[in-house]
């Protein structure tokens, strides 16, 4: 810690924490609606409203309900939203065609509202679990989730979302050799302006639970996803991601989860100065929204939280928080 600069009395660090204007003065981290991306479920159907039941306050939203979702977002100034799509069981395959259909939810979704609020960016996930007859992020063959064959189909699903207008594709699966993969068929492609923020540190963790319920995987799981998403336990292996995929051509970064793994946020920031982002995820979000409901936490903890993440290195931040923490900034 640097020494004070001189010793109590002429040193007292209360001075400046004296009023709202002194604490604004030398406030060292800031949060706005700008550092907001906020993810989006989307469904088939028409005016449809789908509460999450152990999300509460999240809705599956259909498509046209997503586009006043968006053009809401803009006017609270939240610069990005995520979609993830609620894909309907019959759809679901082993090869997970559906997810590079041209026509599928997450495009149909993509086309409708980049046209009505064009400067909204939206960023996708790529994965297969919400196509997936397995739940898993990649194909399974014979128990083993096999990433060749998963990178091949995941290509065609980023052409697919870059094709639709997606302005940020988010590879989650945590397959070997993806970004890579994605970003060389991008430029092949013409869609040279398609920026990729990779879920680079994505751990194989228990607070993802809520997010399975709202994209219809949990029930479709079959085991756990250990052998790609990484060991919560190491932190050195998530600077070796993170630099694996920047040089296969990612342009921003993600730790996932959020909170818990703020050590490895700051990392991040601190060893590459790259854009690094963090996801507040389902779990994060279930458990303070239960402690607000019971009157156990005030709903001051989400700037709180939120601002932790600017604190630790990082420049945005996805959160399922993001209109109601926009309307308590503003």
């Known amino acids: 810690m640097p020494a004070l600069p001189a010793p109590f009395p002429a040193a007292r660090p209360r001075r400046l924490r004296k009023s709202p204007a002194l604490r604004a003065l030398v406030r060292e981290n800031v949060l706005?609606?700008?550092?907001?991306?906020?993810?989006?479920?989307?469904?088939d159907g028409d005016g449809i409203e789908e509460p999450v039941a152990s999300m509460p306050g999240v809705n599956r939203l259909s498509v046209d309900r997503a586009v006043a979702a968006a053009r809401m977002a803009a006017d609270l100034g939240i610069p990005a939203i995520c979609l993830f799509p609620y894909t309907d069981p019959a759809l679901k395959t082993l090869l997970c065609e559906e997810s590079w259909n041209p026509d599928n939810l997450s495009n149909r979704a993509i086309r409708a509202i980049k046209a009505a609020v064009p400067d909204i960016a939206v960023m996708t996930d790529i994965a297969l679990d919400p196509y997936n007859i397995n739940g898993h992020d990649g194909i399974v063959r014979d128990g083993v989730i096999v990433n060749d064959e998963t990178v091949a189909a995941l290509v065609k699903m980023a052409l697919a979302q870059a094709e639709a207008g997606a302005d940020i594709l988010g590879p989650s699966d945590m397959m070997d050799g993806r970004v890579g993969a994605i970003r060389a068929a991008l430029e092949t492609a013409g869609h040279t302006d398609v920026a990729i923020m990779s879920y680079s540190a994505k751990y194989a963790s228990n607070f993802y639970g809520p997010f399975r319920d709202a994209v219809g995987a949990s029930g479709a799981l079959s085991g756990d996803k250990n052998t790609y998403q990484m060991?919560?336990?190491?932190?050195?292996?998530?600077?070796?991601?993170?630099?694996?995929?920047?040089?296969?051509?990612?342009?921003?970064?993600?730790?996932?989860?959020g909170l818990p793994y703020l050590d490895?946020?700051?990392?991040?920031?601190?060893?590459?100065g790259v854009p690094t982002f963090a996801y507040q995820v389902s779990g994060e979000y279930a458990m303070m929204q239960a402690a607000i409901a019971n009157g156990w936490l005030s709903d001051k903890v989400i700037l709180e939280s939120l601002l932790a993440f600017k604190r630790a290195g990082c420049d945005g931040i996805l959160t399922y928080f993001a209109p109601h923490a926009a309307r308590l900034l503003a």
Not at 243 to 254: K, N
Not at 265 to 272: G, I, L, Q, S, Y
């Open 264 to 272: 490895i946020c700051t990392r991040v920031k601190t060893e590459f």
């Open 231 to 257: 060991d919560p336990a190491n932190g050195d292996e998530a600077l070796r991601m993170v630099a694996r995929d920047l040089a296969e051509g990612a342009d921003m970064v993600m730790v996932k989860p």
């Open 32 to 43: 706005t609606a700008g550092d907001l991306i906020w993810p989006v479920f989307v469904r």
